[in-house]
């Protein structure tokens, strides 16, 4: 039996059960990913990798959507020839219950606390 051919366009993600906390919060320490996921957040959809205007070279934002894809906090996918952003928000809410609203929220308040709204 052979197994199904990978095509070099899949890109690997942590199955549901395998997302760890500590990755998580890691892959959110970053002001950069964090902007990333609250814009995920805000659309509610999924966005191009070259929708997000980051003040960072292409492979430092490579970097950073690598880092929120391993730690399961997206879900990355080719649609053609542009790599989709989705907020893996059902996995994180069923894992770890009320956890990224808060996060979101809280970085609202600082936000509008510190006039970065």
């Known amino acids: 039996m052979t197994s199904p051919a990978v095509s070099s366009r899949d890109l690997p993600h942590p199955a549901r059960e395998e997302i760890r906390l500590e990755g998580v919060l890691h892959a959110l320490s970053d002001p950069l990913r964090l902007q990333i996921v609250r814009e995920l957040a805000a659309v509610g959809d999924e966005l ?3 929708h997000f205007d980051l003040p960072v070279t292409k ?4 970097h950073h959507f690598r880092v929120l894809r391993e730690s399961g906090v997206i ?9 989709m952003n989705g907020l893996r928000k059902d996995d994180l809410d ?15 308040h ?8």
């Open 48 to 50: 191009s990798c070259s």
């Open 59 to 62: 492979s430092t934002t490579t």
């Open 75 to 83: 879900q990355q996918i080719y649609r053609g020839t542009a790599k």
């Open 94 to 108: 069923g894992l770890f219950p009320g956890l990224l609203d808060a996060l979101l929220d809280a970085v609202a």
């Open 110 to 117: 600082q936000a509008a606390r510190l006039g970065d709204a």
